[in-house]
């Protein structure tokens, strides 16, 4: 058993560590993230495009399609140090490398050399649009979007929402019903839209965290969709999707941990900065307690996020854990968050201070992907116990 990253894991995270402070101090973040879009004009525009100059939009996708190669272990350590300073913003990342790695995995190979290459040079945006109004957990049962075949394409109609970036970006990649068949897992198809006609409306919901990127509501009336933008097998979309899961849990947990990690650095710094009675308040033992549980946390969360890349890289059933790992990591960071904001007294509440920020962006990672409630119904599954939905 070794814990140690590579030399070149190392490296990287290193590397990663120093363009981030210098690039995207906690400041910057701050003064970013303050302000609601709601028409794309507070979008990181330019956050996007460094990621894409650095090379970071193609990383774990595979080189021979422009990117950097890497499995989950080298993603999440991206992840995990963008989200030191980045706090919620890094998922800007996520959603990009979510999207590529289902082109990359499942689409043609037109569509794959068209797609791939393009996002990575952060030249095409695609967002995810799977939820809907009546569909989030239950998002199967509840699915009622529909294509029907027309001509050459499909034409859509229904409401995705939720759906982050979809206001900024050239194409969603949409999850909808295709046919009836009494398994809810089948019938469904994954498609590129195209954003760019009139059938297709974004509009961002008002939201606690994340302010600048956007997550919203998408309406789809008689939206077109060539069929060569079919991702994969008609009416095999969300057997596709399934494949992806694991690999998004995993970096949702390092973003968490990243946080956890952004937090604690917080945390400490005031503590031993702020005085009363006489005393800085890291002094104080309760403080201390608060800070000492931190290390603590992070330390499980890092353990449980970097098993989960390793046994995903190696090619073993990483479900579970990638899973707990996601529950985990959240929970723990909001917990940290939250003390966090307790020990900085008044300025925790201050929107100057990252603090605030990190609490609300990180609340997010127990309702999504997956509800931490979910991944709970999942794990009793594994242990043998009835499914219980
Ligand atoms: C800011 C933000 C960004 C998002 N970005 C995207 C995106 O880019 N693309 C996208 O497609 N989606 C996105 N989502 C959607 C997200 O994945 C869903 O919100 C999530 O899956 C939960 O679905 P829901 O909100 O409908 O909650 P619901 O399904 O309505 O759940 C409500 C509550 O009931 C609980 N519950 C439901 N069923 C069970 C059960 N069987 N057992 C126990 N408890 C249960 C849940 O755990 C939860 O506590 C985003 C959401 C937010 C808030």
Known sequence: MDFRFSD????????????????????????MERKEDHDGSNFPHEFFSDLAAAGYLGVGIDESLGGQGGGATIQAILMDELARNLAGLTWVWGISSFCAKSIQ?????????????????????????????GAGTDLLGGMVTRARRDGDGFRINGAKIWSTMAHVSDFLLLLAKTSDSEKS??????????????GLVATPIPKLGMRCVGSCEVQLDDAYVPATHVIGEVDQGWRHIL??????????????????????????????????????IGDF????????????????????????????DN??????ESSMAKAIA?????????????????????????MQRYWRDVRLYQIGPVTNEMVRNMVAQSLGLERSF
């Open 8 to 31: 070149e894991e190392e490296d990287f995270r290193r590397s990663v560590r120093d363009w981030v402070n210098d690039k995207y101090p906690k400041s910057k973040v701050n003064e």
């Open 285 to 312: 033992q309760i403080i201390q307690f608060w800070i000492a549980e931190m290390a603590m946390k992070l330390a499980q969360a890092e353990l449980l996020t970097y098993k989960a890349a390793w046994l995903y």
């Open 105 to 133: 995995r499942f689409a043609s190979q037109q569509l794959r050399e068209e797609f791939v290459p393009a996002m990575v040079a952060g030249e095409k945006k695609v967002a995810i649009a799977i939820t809907e109004p």
């Open 330 to 354: 959240a929970e723990y960071a909001t917990w940290a968050a939250d003390r966090g904001l307790q020990i900085l007294g008044g300025m925790g509440y201050s929107a100057e201070f990252d």
């Open 243 to 280: 494949t992806t899961l694991n690999n998004e849990r995993i970096l949702v947990a390092a973003l968490a941990t990243g946080v956890l990690r952004g937090v604690m650095e917080d945390a400490i710094a005031y503590a031993k900065e702020r005085r009363a009675f006489g005393h800085a």
């Open 185 to 198: 897992s089948a019938g469904k198809t994954l498609f590129l839209v195209p954003t760019d006609q009139p």
């Open 315 to 320: 090619g073993e059933d990483a479900g579970v």
